[in-house]
């Protein structure tokens, strides 16, 4: 299917400004660490590209709902993922857990409390 030229510069422009307004609010919400990741740190920008995040953030909440805190509070007008570690796991896990590492490897840091 045909693409408008420009839309890529578009959607680049409504995550570079989705980006801006998310991290302002990252400090009320306890975040400790948040590594951007995926599309828009390699510059592969594509009409579904979304804002991947890595966080850090003290929480008990099991593994698997600690994504939807922030898919609550994070009001987005484009699509947003989160993997959330507490600060124990990241430290533990970044050096031994492939994925992980990768991420934080080739992810950009955008917020350290």
Known sequence: ????????????QMLEQQLSETMDVFPTLGIEK????GDF??????????LDF???HDTDRPFG?????????????????????????????????PALYSACKQGRVVFDA
């Open 1 to 12: 299917m045909p693409m408008r030229v420009g839309f890529i510069q578009f959607r680049r």
């Open 34 to 37: 948040a590594i951007l990741i």
């Open 41 to 50: 740190v390699s510059g592969d920008i594509s009409p579904s590209s979304t």
């Open 54 to 56: 890595i966080f850090v």
């Open 65 to 97: 709902r600690r994504a939807d805190f922030f898919s609550y509070h994070l009001d987005a007008q484009v699509g947003m993922t989160y993997q959330v570690y507490t600060p124990e796991e990241f430290d533990q896990l970044q050096e031994t857990l």
